[in-house]
């Protein structure tokens, strides 16, 4: 993809709709932690132990730690906004030089701590618990952002666009949202079924992640306006507020609500 430049004007442009995106985001992350019920959940980890009479190794649920939803749903819509702030003050340099580029650096680390901060809440709401398979989930949801990352940067050197990147990034992306969509659906309809507003979070969430992958997409394939990379940032920008909102509240409403 050649290399674009940056006029005075789109850069006065993304500096306001960062700044904007930065308080959005930041008065959400604020609200969550002011309104927010103690409502925590158990990360457990399985250990073996030695039954004696049965003379054979069985494992031991032990909780490690608690995890307030409330502060964990702030945290990642918090990250957004110390983000939107940066890129549009002491690293607005760095960031439409980037830009230029063809590239956001910045973008690419903070969905990877805040998308992935995202993806625990939801899995830990159908009952992931486990601390081993969090992690699990962690590292494959991140590596999904750094192929997206390795997708702008290995492409700045190639005459036709490589989409190995890409490729990868989308197999290591599925497999959280498989792991997810095992423990939802295979309660069943007996007590152990999720509340009906983590269905709605799993697929209303599910469908805005594979958005920024379409988004990439239509960047690489200039389609219509997308052939202009700052659209795309834009649309970025957009997909991510409208992502973290819709989880903050939708997990709000289930489970944080003062009683």
Same mark, same amino acid.
């Given at each position: 993809m050649a290399k674009i430049q940056t006029d005075q004007k789109q850069a006065n442009s993304l500096r306001k709709w960062n700044i904007g995106m930065g308080f959005l985001h930041l008065s959400q992350g604020v609200a969550m932690l002011l309104l927010s019920s103690s409502f925590s959940i158990p990360v457990i980890g399985n250990f073996l132990n030695f039954d004696i009479k049965s003379q054979s190794l069985k494992p031991v649920a032990e909780t490690i730690f608690n995890l307030r939803i409330g502060p964990a749903v702030a945290a990642f819509l918090i990250m957004s906004a110390i983000a939107h702030f940066l890129v549009s003050t002491v690293l607005n340099k760095w960031y439409l030089k980037n830009l230029s580029q063809h590239i956001n650096i910045a973008r690419w680390v903070e969905y990877a701590f805040s998308s992935t901060l995202m993806l625990v809440i939801i899995a830990m709401l159908v009952g992931i618990y486990d601390l081993a398979a969090l992690i699990a989930l962690v590292g494959l949801n991140a590596s999904m952002i750094l192929f997206g990352w390795m997708m702008e940067l290995h492409n700045q050197s190639t005459n036709k666009t490589d989409w190995t990147s890409f490729i990868f990034g989308c197999i290591a992306g599925i497999i959280p949202w498989? &792991? +997810? &969509?095992? !423990? *939802?659906? =295979? =309660?069943?309809?007996?007590? %152990?079924? =999720?509340?009906? #507003? @983590? %269905?709605? +979070?799993? #697929?209303? +969430?599910? @469908?805005? #992640?594979?958005? #920024? &992958? +379409?988004? $990439? @997409? *239509? $960047?690489?394939?200039? @389609?219509?306006?997308? =052939?202009? !990379?700052?659209?795309?940032?834009k649309a970025y920008i957009i997909l991510s507020l409208v992502a973290k909102t819709l989880l903050a509240w939708q997990v709000f409403a289930g489970t944080l609500r003062p009683m």
């Open positions: 498989i &792991a +997810i &969509a095992i !423990y *939802l659906f =295979a =309660a069943g309809e007996g007590e %152990y079924r =999720a509340p009906d #507003f @983590v %269905y709605w +979070i799993y #697929f209303s +969430i599910f @469908v805005f #992640f594979n958005t #920024f &992958a +379409i988004n $990439q @997409v *239509l $960047q690489y394939k200039k @389609v219509g306006k997308w =052939a202009d !990379y700052l659209y795309g940032e």
